[in-house]
């Protein structure tokens, strides 16, 4: 791993509690499934993206979260979530599903500007 891909995690992790910070008052989160007496929109979403990812789709797995982004809470969680599981997959595990860890920066910052969050002050 490179000085530039360390560099891109640390950032990812710093936005990471900063939206989390900011968005739900806390330290840390992960998406958790609703208990409720169906299967939500947002969960069913997840279980899309965690199949897509256990298939390494993961270029299948993001455009599938980007195709379809609702403005709520929850959807922020999952985003986060997603973005999380990809930053602590090795640059080897990344290249080896044609992704780079650019691409999760890239991304990642894409979809929190499309939800309004702001995170102009991560992009150079």
């Avoid at 900011?22 to 069913?44: A, C, K, N, P």
């Avoid at 929850?74 to 044609?98: G, I, P, Q, R």
Wanted: aromatic residues 12%.
């Amino acid at each position: 791993m490179g000085f530039q891909d360390d560099w891109i995690m640390r950032q990812i992790e710093i936005i990471t509690r900063y939206v989390v910070r900011l968005v739900f008052g806390r330290d840390d989160t992960q998406y958790t499934m609703e208990v409720t007496d169906g299967i939500s929109v947002t969960d069913e979403i997840h279980l899309e993206i965690e199949r897509l990812l256990k298939e390494g789709k993961i270029c299948e797995a993001e455009d599938f979260l980007f195709d379809n982004i609702q403005f709520t809470d929850k959807y922020v969680e999952l985003a986060v979530d997603f973005y999380k599981k990809l930053n602590l997959m090795t640059d080897e595990e990344l290249e080896s599903h044609d992704f780079s860890r650019d691409e999760v920066f890239e991304g990642y910052i894409d979809i929190l500007t499309r939800l309004g969050i702001p995170v102009e002050q991560f992009v150079e």
